[in-house]
């Protein structure tokens, strides 16, 4: 079987995708996969470690810049050409989009050229080339049931689930002394996301310098772009505090935690919940169609997270919220039976079967 991969631009993306290959990997044996991503983003340099074959195709997004977006006009007509003519040597039995503007010419070549086509949204409220190319796919995939109303033009749409959930189900507890924590202390982890967030790291300083939070241990994942010693130059607290820019295998921590503060973009909400554990999610603001509050609000109506917005945050209901979820065992019950409750089925094999149904067609 030979199938064409195509998503881009941040892990978001990339992780389903990968995901997605994966769990192709585990029922064909003969299959060939080639991705088709952007020549200067991060799947560039990802996927190819990983040993799957790449195309790299010079496409931007859209912005405000007219020169930027009147160059990428003719660079989109390019990439249609040059991915039409990958298609034709390659020969995919299906093409799958899994987001950013990289799949736009993609998804677009493999309906000229009558390839079967589905695609992925990870995220409430979809991604602008999602819901561009929708009418072109021949199904659509959701991780949100939410999300199904946007996509009115959609051939067939299907429920899916996020494929990041199937890799956290089996992932091994990381050995949080070796971080230097207490095993008999609890343990909360939180993640700013992989580049961080000034906004919030700067409300959390008076959290982390404050006196509410002694009868536990913190893992603060500050991300990557955050200026590491300027950060822990400001923190004074006290009490056992780790701060490190990233976590290679975030959710072996997560699964050692007994509760995660976290964003809310979709992959690590599904890792969370794939491990079961009780969260305070702080969608950032700052994200197209504020798609991480509408992420965590469908989560939160289903009662299987705790939603904080960052605008109403301050420490002390930050950490009245902690110790109750840290301490009321019915709360925590409650929130894991809401979470198996949502997270029903096996998303990346349920792709799978979706898929592998298409190509019979």
Do not use: W
């Amino acid at each position: 079987m030979n199938i064409i991969v195509s998503a881009g631009g941040s892990g978001g993306h990339i992780y389903p995708a990968l995901a997605i290959i994966d769990e192709f990997k585990r029922h064909e044996k003969n299959l060939n996969v080639l991705y088709i991503g952007t020549h200067n983003r991060m799947e560039k340099d990802i996927v190819p470690k990983k040993g799957i074959s790449y195309e790299a195709i010079e496409i931007y997004g859209f912005t405000k810049d007219i020169k930027r977006d009147f160059k990428n006009i003719f660079l989109i007509q390019k990439a249609l050409k040059r991915c039409i003519k990958i298609m034709k040597d390659f020969k995919p039995d299906v093409v799958i989009g899994v987001g950013g503007y990289v799949t736009y010419p993609v998804i677009k070549a493999a309906k000229k050229l009558g390839i079967k086509t589905f695609i992925h949204e990870q995220n409430s409220r979809p991604g602008k080339v999602n819901y561009l190319v929708s009418h072109y796919a021949d199904i659509v995939g959701v991780t949100f049931k939410s999300s199904i109303s946007y996509f009115k033009k959609a051939k067939k749409i299907v429920y899916t689930g996020h494929p990041s959930l199937d890799g956290a189900v089996q992932t091994e507890s990381y050995d949080k002394t070796l971080l230097g924590f207490n095993p008999s202390k609890k343990l909360v982890v939180y993640v700013a996301g992989s580049l961080g967030s000034s906004s919030l790291n700067q409300k959390m300083i008076d959290f982390l310098n404050s006196d509410l939070h002694t009868s536990y241990e913190i893992l603060y994942i500050v991300g990557s772009n955050v200026n590491l010693n300027d950060f822990k130059k400001k923190i004074t607290s006290k009490s056992k505090i780790k701060i490190v820019p990233y976590f290679d295998n975030l959710p072996s921590i997560l699964a050692s935690s007994d509760l995660v503060i976290s964003r809310a973009g979709a992959g690590t909400l599904f890792e969370i919940m794939g491990l079961l554990k009780p969260s305070i999610i702080i969608p950032s603001p700052n994200v197209s169609n504020n798609h991480q509050y509408f992420n965590a609000k469908e989560l939160f109506d289903n009662h299987a997270i705790e939603l904080l917005e960052e605008k109403d945050l301050t420490k002390e209901i930050l950490a009245e919220k902690i110790d109750t979820l840290l301490n009321n065992k019915e709360k925590i019950e409650e929130l894991k039976k809401n979470m198996l409750e949502y997270k029903k089925g096996n998303p990346s094999l349920t792709i799978y079967e979706t898929i592998k149904e298409l190509t019979k067609e």
